[in-house]
């Protein structure tokens, strides 16, 4: 084991995680770590695979909040474990808990089936590159000779939103923090075909302002903000179509 | 694959109320649920002690000192607690569905929380010493 | 005539590639991968999307690669990259030096370039070293490594391909003559082992080749050599800045969503399953990176992490190994049947290492079918998810 961090001190951190194999109920196992506190997260869950447990199952990839793969619960709260430092959330001699993201199925371990969150940003038609936003003081867009420099949208589809959602907690059909926040991309204006998706008892409305979204997303999308916004714009297109149809 | 854990369900709904890793936005969540089902509750009581009223006055007014007592005038107590705070998320709720304010929707639960304390010491004393 | 089955080791970048190739060419595929698609190498690469102009001096075979698969990605696959071109800055007179090769060398390897005169580079990007001497464009582009090789899988599952995420190869299963006719697999979701047999088996293990290949008697010669890349906070550019000079530590900064990702580094390992992050990289990454873009000293750093490439190289090492990438024939280093090797190669060259690959798999089993990748458009990526398997 290469353990080139003389600079720094070493922690022990025992980490709790939750295991699941086939129909099996889920457990936790301890791994007792040296760790540099520095690292992050999801650097000690690939060395418990690496060097203690072999059947660790879980999920990641770009190691560096774009792919949006990591995500678990680590003591309770949805983070992107890529990014997230382990002296932010553990204690030198203390216990992290690490489990996998709630309110989608468990495929194994720290590993869920996030194909109902890709299947509905799907559905509303969110774009994964962009033309740059415009300029706070409404500057023109820089162009790059003749084309408008494009750019990956924030939402990296990690589910940390809809993990952290109470509404996603007991409602299967809400569609969730993260699409309704894609659905504001085209907007009702430019997609009218969203709105009766968005305009209904598991769209906009069932969120209740608890606003978990807004904290757990690791990259800039601020769902709770943007599903108000699609708020008003769906009371404001039933607001015009009761004028368009009354002639 | 194994039999899917973990899945959102209204199985779940007792979990709203564990607060544990969550933040203040819960809190709001879980104490508009509570006060809603307290209103609800006393709503229905409310109802049931107008009912006294339509068997005649005597009944009634046999009630009406079952109300004087403590226990009961706490209980009053607790349902304008609940008036009081579930109001003032509801404006939190409404303005924030407008967009005004959300990035401060945080500051404005605590302020509202105060509130709340304030109106139940306020009305407790009152209510108490009438 | 039942189609012939190919089975593939490694959803990597090759894997994913090869995949699409074969399930195009109507082949029956399965992918086994013991973790999620490109949680190796591949799902940490920066980003970047070659011109070429980084090989174009040293390394004209990789650098022509680059170029011609960086026109085919921007068409078939736009929906996950960053088109927004690139720079090479020239900051000391070592540079410029080299300038003057890296024009030979583009104009050799048909990148196409621009040069620009220091005031120009800063308008076009403000937050680039002021000191710069010179600035060449070029066609870089900045890619998503999970959702690059998503659309590839996705495209493959359209096309009959199954994939077997979390599914570890445990051994090969061989003839009585020692070739290749299957793998036996244990699904890591439910700890239960079964095999799967096939007419040929690719071995897509990138920098594992070598310990994968090992398990059926042969050996490839793949170096594994990681290096770092930070991740800082704020996106200073919306061009990938390259250093005008050899390849080096530290040679380039890219845009990617809201970061700037620095990198990297090269050097040698045994353990690949684990390559630790050390404080003195992280220092370099800095140091180098900030010669491109000054500000990123006052940015927080997001990330930190290691990733390792599949080198290809007996006897030299390191920066020296050309970047390109090789298919072994079993049968022909070995004399062991039933499985082909592809590793090396760039992130840039995906399709192009999948076409190969598959040309050599046609070839072994007697399949005329022609590579149509370079026109096929991908499929949304999101489609991995919604088909089933």
């Not at chain 1, 075909?193 to 690791?218: I, M, N, Q």
């Not at chain 3, 000191?131 to 590839?152: E, K, M, Y």
């Not at chain 3, 050599?360 to 999101?382: F, I």
């Amino acid at each position: 084991m290469d353990m080139s961090h003389h600079q720094k001190d070493l922690w022990t951190v025992t980490f709790r995680v939750f295991r699941q194999k086939g129909n099996a109920a889920g457990h936790y196992d301890t791994f007792k770590l040296e760790v540099n506190p520095d690292e992050y997260v999801i650097d000690a869950v690939e060395r418990i695979w690496a060097y203690h447990d072999r059947t660790l199952a879980f999920a990641h990839a770009c190691h560096h909040s774009t792919c949006g793969a990591c995500g678990m619960r680590v003591n309770g709260v949805e983070k992107l474990t890529c990014i997230t430092p382990i002296h932010t959330v553990a204690k030198n001699g203390g216990i992290t808990q690490v489990d996998p993201l709630r309110n989608f199925p468990v495929v194994s371990d720290l590993v869920v089936d996030m194909g109902s969150l890709y299947q509905r940003m799907e559905q509303v038609g969110h774009r994964p590159v962009l033309p740059l936003p415009e300029e706070p003081a409404g500057l023109p867009v820089r162009k790059n000779n003749g084309n408008e420099y494009v750019r990956l949208s924030d939402c990296i589809e990690c589910g940390l939103c809809i993990s952290a959602c109470p509404v996603a907690l007991s409602t299967p059909g809400y569609i969730g923090p993260a699409v309704l926040a894609g659905a504001l991309q085209h907007g009702i204006k430019a997609a009218p075909a969203l709105l009766a998706l968005v305009d209904s008892e598991d769209g906009v409305w069932r969120c209740h302002s608890a606003f978990e979204c807004t904290k757990a997303c690791p990259s800039y999308v601020e769902p709770g903000t943007k599903i108000m916004q699609l708020r008003k714009q769906v009371v404001g297109e039933r607001f015009a179509n009761l004028f368009r149809s009354n002639r | 694959m194994s039999t899917p854990t973990n899945q959102p369900s209204p199985k779940n709904w007792y979990k709203w109320f564990d607060p544990r890793g969550r933040d203040l936005g819960t809190w709001a969540f879980i104490l508009n649920r509570l006060t809603a089902l307290g209103l609800t509750f006393y709503l229905f009581l409310h109802l049931i002690v107008l009912g006294q009223l339509a068997i005649g006055p005597d009944a009634y007014d046999q009630f009406v000192e079952l109300l004087h007592s403590p226990v009961f005038i706490f209980g009053e107590l607790l349902v304008v607690i609940a008036g009081i705070y579930h109001g003032l998320n509801g404006l939190r709720v409404g303005l924030t569905s407008f967009g005004i304010a959300i990035p401060y929707q945080k500051q404005i639960f605590i302020g509202l929380l105060i509130l709340t304390i304030i109106g139940s010491i306020y009305f407790g004393i009152t209510m108490f010493t009438a | 005539m039942d189609k012939p089955h190919v089975i593939i080791i490694g959803a990597g970048f090759t894997g994913v590639a090869v995949s699409h190739d074969l399930a195009l060419r109507g082949f029956d595929v399965t992918v086994v991968e013991r973790g999620c698609i490109v949680n190796g190498t591949s799902g940490r690469t920066h980003g970047l999307l070659h011109s070429g102009g980084r090989y174009a001096v040293k390394d004209h075979e990789s650098a022509i690669e680059c170029i011609d698969e960086n026109i085919i990605l921007r068409k078939i696959v736009p929906q996950v990259i960053e088109p927004n071109g690139g720079l090479f800055i020239g900051l000391t007179d070592e540079d410029l030096a080299y300038g003057e090769q890296f024009i030979e060398g583009c104009e050799a390897c048909h990148i196409p370039i621009e040069e620009l005169k220091p005031q120009e580079a800063l308008r076009l990007e403000p937050n680039i070293n002021p000191n710069l001497l010179v600035a060449f464009t070029v066609p870089d582009g900045t890619f998503d490594p999970l959702r690059l090789a998503l659309s590839f899988a996705a495209s493959a599952k359209s096309n009959g391909a199954k994939y077997k995420l979390y599914t570890e190869l445990k051994d090969f299963i061989l003839d009585g003559l020692g070739n290749v006719i299957g793998v036996k697999v244990l699904d890591r979701t439910n700890n239960k082992e079964y095999e799967i047999r096939g007419d040929m088996v690719v071995n897509a293990t990138g920098a594992w080749a070598g310990q994968v290949a090992a398990l059926a008697g042969a050996d490839v010669p793949v170096k594994p050599t990681p290096g770092i890349m930070v991740a800082y906070d704020e996106r200073f550019c919306e061009r990938a800045i390259n250093r005008l000079c050899p390849p080096a530590d530290g040679d380039i900064a890219l845009p990617q969503r809201r970061m700037m990702v620095v990198g990297t580094t090269s050097y040698e390992v045994e353990d690949l399953d684990y390559v630790p992050v050390t404080e003195d990289q992280i220092e370099l990454m800095l140091e180098r990176g900030a010669e491109l873009i000054p500000n990123i000293r006052k940015a927080k750093m997001r990330g930190a992490y290691m990733a390792t490439r599949p080198l290809i190289g007996a006897g030299t090492s390191g920066r020296s190994i050309a970047r390109t990438f090789k298919c072994y024939d079993c049968k022909e280093t070995h004399d062991i049947e039933g499985l082909v090797t592809i590793t090396g190669g760039k992130a840039t060259t995906l399709r192009l290492m999948g076409e190969k690959t598959a040309d050599l798999v046609c070839q072994k089993l007697n399949v005329s079918a022609v590579c149509s990748t370079q026109e096929v458009p991908l499929l949304s990526y999101r489609q991995f998810y919604t088909l089933p398997n």
